[in-house]
C-alpha cells in the first residue's frame, strides 16, 4: 500500500500535496479515528511530507546552480 502512496504522491504538485497534507492532519486530530487508522494516516502523511521535501530540495538546488550572468 505504501508503494502505491509513493507513486501517487509522485503525481502531485507541492501545493497539491500540502493540501493532502492537511487533510490527514485533521484526520490525525479526531479522536474518534481508531489506532489503525491512525498509524495509516500517520504513514500516508509522512510520505506526502517527504514528497515536499523533495520537491523543496529540487527547488533549492535549482536556485544554488543560477549562473549569475545568465540571469542579466
Known sequence: MQEQWRQDAQSLSYEESLQAL???LVQLQNENVPVEELQRCYLHAKIYLEHCE???NTVEQNVLELDVDSLR
Request: charged content about 15%; glycine content about 0%.
Open 22 to 24: 492537511d487533510l490527514l
Open 54 to 56: 523533495a520537491l523543496l
